[in-house]
């Protein structure tokens, strides 16, 4: 207890809830096994069992051999996660067990790492990653239309949620998920289909099936703002002379990195790039030939933008050297279907995207091509939309003869709806794990080297569109069709789940 005692005092350097964590499991092993059971995901007795389709890893989850071979993104990941190697000494006549929070207090006491008693970066990825949002739900907020969008705010203070029936809330995190601001969209056509917070936090904007964009001051006192009624939603037009009077519908939108421009991606097949100083769109080029569903920026200076469409191809645009109008710098091939979400892993160089063909798939822009190849299209015998019909078996199996991705994971689906897909937060995994809600009302974490699934969290009824990860803390919200926000948390903050009147199905799977 006297080595407790040390290892437990306060830890300026540790999350608040981290403490808490190392106090469950058993008290009987020594201090070694003791770290490794109270650091690891408790365990279910049917957590390896199919459940509504899902089964343990070993059906099918797995990235191919091949893909393990790239080096690279392997490094990276342990460089970013694993703590530092005189934490993880093999005991002789032992068998290597992943490296207890216990074993790294500890060290950390005894300056094992040489750092002075801190941790490093890496240290605290390996121990937050370790504590994944697998605990709850806990009913955040129920509303009576489909939930589209869920963000966290660059600093997880605020949320954002966007609705089918005109609705989106901004709620404040720190303030127990109050509504900080109930804002009734202008002009709405079919639904909210994405939402972007400004990295000043000061300003949001909104897209829907229309050519024009709305922005809304968040900082303003308001908290219900109904557009043009109680406050000034301000249309930004992304419509030119040369539509001829046709009318397009905007899929994705996101803030730069300065905030100064908007891109997006539209159902007009073409990528646009907004001028907020000068209130005009300052580029728009024709980048794909089917809807564009996805853009976003490939990394922090903005010049490198990334799209998605349906016609099954990534692609790649630099904004430095437009070789001609129209022209991408670079395609990546390998989906067989649509492309319906991107996100970047911020470096310029990888990033992933969810696809109508049932994968999520890792990329690197190095390997991209110039232009596709001339027969890029798998031959099909068969007939299929991803609107109303289920994936066709014969399918599944099915490869790009050119694929280009570094790696391909599969078991979630990816129906109905454009289903999104993201990186873990940096700060608190290192990029360890990809997630993405999926059309079986769950969501999925993958393992980003191994392509395990790592965790199947399971309570909504109907499609999760969207799901997101709190940048420093491990806690994912998940948003469904069936109009609820739900919390999942690790460990929890010790108060019951407050669960939906609307069903009483849920569980979650692990491994």
């Not at 043009?228 to 249309?235: A, L, P, S, Y």
């Amino acid at each position: 207890m006297i080595f407790l005692t040390r290892v437990f005092r306060p830890l300026s350097e540790c999350p608040w809830w981290l403490p808490a964590v190392m106090f469950f499991g058993p008290s009987e092993f020594d201090v070694d096994d003791m770290g490794y059971a109270m650091s690891r995901l408790e365990t279910e007795p049917d957590a390896g069992k199919d459940f509504s389709g899902v089964g343990s890893s070993s059906s099918g989850s797995h990235i191919s051999s091949e893909h393990l071979d790239h080096d690279e993104i392997n490094q990276i990941t342990k460089l970013k996660s694993s703590p530092h190697q005189r934490y993880s000494r093999v005991v002789p006549g032992r068998h290597e067990l992943p490296v207890s929070t216990v074993r790294m207090l500890a060290g950390r006491e005894s300056n094992f790492s040489g750092r002075g008693g801190r941790f490093s970066a890496a240290d605290c990825c390996h121990m937050l990653s370790r504590y994944l949002p697998v605990k709850g739900p806990w009913l955040v907020d129920q509303m009576n239309s489909r939930a589209y969008v869920s963000q966290f705010s660059t600093d997880g203070s605020l949320f954002i949620a966007g609705f089918q029936g005109s609705h989106i809330r901004i709620y404040n995190v720190e303030k127990g998920w109050k509504v900080q601001k109930d804002i009734l969209a202008k002009s709405l056509r079919w639904t909210v289909t994405d939402t972007s917070l400004s990295p000043d936090q000061r300003n949001l904007v909104y897209a829907s099936m229309s050519p024009m964009v709305h922005i809304v001051d968040v900082g303003s006192g308001t908290t219900e703002s109904h557009a043009n009624v109680t406050e000034i939603h301000d249309g930004l037009d992304f419509s030119s002379d040369e539509d001829g009077g046709y009318s397009f519908g905007i899929f994705s939108v996101k803030f730069s990195t300065d905030g100064r421009e908007l891109v997006a991606g539209s159902s007009d097949e073409s990528i646009y790039v907004y001028d907020l100083e000068a209130n005009k769109v300052s580029l728009r080029t024709v980048a794909h030939t089917s809807d564009v569903n996805t853009v976003c920026f490939a990394d922090e200076s903005g010049n490198l933008i990334l799209s998605g469409g349906d016609d099954n191809l990534c692609k790649v645009w630099d904004r430095r050297c437009f070789i001609g109008r129209d022209k991408a710098a670079g395609v990546l091939v390998g989906h067989l279907e649509g492309v319906t979400f991107i996100d970047s892993r911020g470096d310029g160089r990888y990033f992933i995207s969810n696809g109508k063909d049932q994968t999520i798939k890792l990329w690197d822009i190095r390997k991209m091509s110039s232009t596709p190849p001339a027969k890029h299209d798998v031959i099909r015998n068969y007939e299929w939309d991803y609107r109303w019909m289920d994936y066709p078996p014969e399918a599944r199996d099915l490869k790009h003869p050119f694929d280009q991705s570094v790696a391909t994971y599969k078991g979630h689906s990816v129906l109905r709806t454009l289903i999104r897909c993201y990186f873990s937060p940096s700060h608190s995994t290192g990029q360890k794990y990809i997630y993405t809600g999926s059309n079986d009302s769950s969501v999925y974490i993958y393992d980003l080297v191994s392509g395990d699934k790592v965790a199947v969290l399971k309570h909504h009824s109907s499609p999760v569109r969207d799901c997101n990860w709190h940048p420093h803390y491990p806690t994912l919200i998940s948003s469904s069709w069936d109009g609820d926000l739900v919390k999942w948390e690790f460990p929890g903050r010790g108060e019951a789940p407050i669960m939906s009147k609307k069903r009483v199905r849920r569980r979650h799977l692990y491994y």
